[in-house]
């Protein structure tokens, strides 16, 4: 017990370095999302916009397994609109800059998605 003064003081230092990235970002003012550059295209997307926050990746792979594996080429959203099933043609058509839009938010997120080792990554020349 006679180091208890060091073990406390060691432990605290700990804390306040394992907390430091916490309580920096807190101090700039917490994290904001990406502004991103969206298309004027069209004015509603497949779904609710927080729904494609959280699970877009989850309903691009529904359609990828829909077209691949069934042939199914058409969505029908929650609204009744119906959309073809193409990340190149439907999705790409609003949101046409990748690094503008895609990467953006990829980059805040950190992820890497797998999507372009399929597809051909969107330029002027294949919009």
Known sequence: MYDAGKIIAAL???LALV???IWANL???GSRPP??????TEKQ???PVE???KYHMKLLQ???DAVVRDGDRIYVAQDGRRYEMSLSRTCLGCHSTKKGFCDRCHDYARVTPNCWNCH???TKENR
């Open 51 to 53: 729904y494609m926050r």
């Open 120 to 122: 051909q990554e969107p």
């Open 19 to 21: 907390g430091l990235p």
């Open 45 to 47: 997307c497949v779904a």
């Open 35 to 40: 502004e991103l550059e969206i298309g004027a």
């Open 12 to 14: 605290l230092l700990f």
């Open 62 to 64: 529904q359609w990828c």
């Open 27 to 29: 101090a700039r003012g």
